[in-house]
């Protein structure tokens, strides 16, 4: 069930996120993509060296980099002729926050279920009412 709070709602849930959010976890699905931020996350490089460290073509790279860009997780400075990118980890921490509003929901559920688990159980109760005697009729 995906969560999508009616307007004016908030009742302690975090913020609806729309396409921003949905670009930067498009963004990071693809494993290509995520090394390409881990590289970054090291520091500023042009493309071109950036390109260099990844066993596809200059052109895959550019079109991976452009995704990122985007969703907002890379920002890009042209310097004459060549292209600087940088990690922007903005929008990670935004994507952060919302996972970790529904990990804080899904542990304190499994926690109740693991006391719950745990009680030791109870015999049955007897039956409420009068109680029935088999084969004898009021």
């Known amino acids: 069930m995906i969560f999508m709070p ?21 963004a990071i699905a693809d494993p290509t993509r995520r090394a390409i931020l881990a590289v970054l996350a090291g520091g500023e490089l042009n493309v071109g060296s950036l390109a260099g460290r990844f066993p596809i073509s ?31 980890p903005e929008p990670l921490r935004e994507a952060t926050r919302w996972l970790e509003h529904y990990r804080e929901f899904w542990d304190a559920r499994l926690d109740a279920l693991e006391a719950l688990l745990l009680t030791p159980e109870r015999p049955p109760s007897a039956p409420r009412g009068r109680p029935h005697v088999r084969g004898h009729r009021p």
């Open 58 to 88: 200059f052109n895959g790279v550019s079109k991976h980099v452009k995704v990122l860009e985007r969703a907002g997780l890379v920002r890009r400075r042209v310097r004459g002729r060549e292209h600087w990118l940088r990690l922007r």
């Open 6 to 26: 009616r307007r004016g709602s908030s009742q302690g849930r975090p913020r609806a996120h729309g396409p921003p959010l949905n670009r930067v976890y498009a």
